[in-house]
């Protein structure tokens, strides 16, 4: 039985006082509910040391949005994975359709940041998901699983790994996959993580659901047998719409 895990992406969103205060007013929020899953939050990196103290008597962990693949150096800009862990993180998100759109993120760099993640003790969430036009080619599954597959080349310790199926169609959009289109792609990726890790632990790594899930499809969503919980974006914004999606664990 895979206990489910929600997650916020705050992406650059919140000041740091503002970050507080969204922490403080999720962990006041959980405070008296049992909850049925890991819950976590990711703040921008100015943010990470001092929402750490704020929720450090809560059971909400703290992740990050990115990092680099080196330990250190002549990287302007970029963050470390010591670094994080120095601020109080224990997670890490990587490859988020927006570091791949954007940042020019492939499964090569992808693969090189989560090996680093893993390595230096962090727990990683690994994004991976289609555009539109790749859904409408019907191609899917094929890209869905060649980001799996290559962004876990050469990782042999996927105890604290956690795939997040995020459809690019349904980031931010509103849209979000049906449960039945979310379910058919969670279940092709157990099975590729089943070819790679073999069914037993195939069936303990947790694949989260996100794009645009919010408390009216929480609990339909967390309902599908292969669907672990969520990577949560805009809703994860407003404390009462997270704790509400937060409650919707099974
Ligand atoms: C995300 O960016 O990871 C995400 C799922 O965003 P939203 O919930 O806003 O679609």
């Known amino acids: 039985m895979r206990t489910q895990i929600v997650v916020g992406n705050w992406k650059m969103n919140n000041s740091i006082s503002e970050s507080i205060a969204l922490a403080e007013a999720v962990a006041a929020g959980i405070a008296d509910i049992p909850l049925n899953c890991e819950a976590g939050i990711a703040p921008a990196f ?74 230096a003790g962090l727990k990683v969430i690994l994004c991976v998901g289609e555009t539109l036009e790749e859904r409408e ?59 790679l890790y073999g069914s037993q632990t195939a069936e303990g790594i947790r694949i989260q659901y996100g794009g645009s899930v919010k408390p009216s499809n929480a609990s339909e969503l967390f309902a599908m047998p292969n669907i672990d919980g969520g990577l949560i974006g805009g809703a994860s914004l407003k404390p009462e719409d997270f704790i509400a999606i937060l409650t919707a664990c099974k």
């Open 137 to 195: 080619s019907g191609v899917t599954e094929t890209i869905v699983n060649t980001q799996v597959r290559e962004g876990l080349q050469g990782v042999d310790d996927v105890s604290r790994l956690v795939i997040a199926y995020e459809p690019v169609w349904a980031i931010g959009t509103g849209k979000t996959a049906s449960k039945e289109q979310a379910e058919e792609v969670h279940a092709s990726i157990r099975a590729t993580l089943s070819e």
């Open 46 to 119: 100015p943010a990470l040391g001092q929402v750490a103290s704020a929720i450090s008597r809560s059971p909400l962990q703290l992740a990050a949005q990115n990092c680099h693949f080196e330990d250190n150096g002549a990287y302007t800009g970029e963050v470390s994975t010591s670094m994080l862990k120095s601020a109080g993180c224990s997670w890490v998100i990587l490859g988020h359709s927006e570091r791949r759109q954007y940042f020019g993120e492939d499964n090569q760099v992808v693969n090189r940041k989560v090996k680093k993640a893993l390595a």
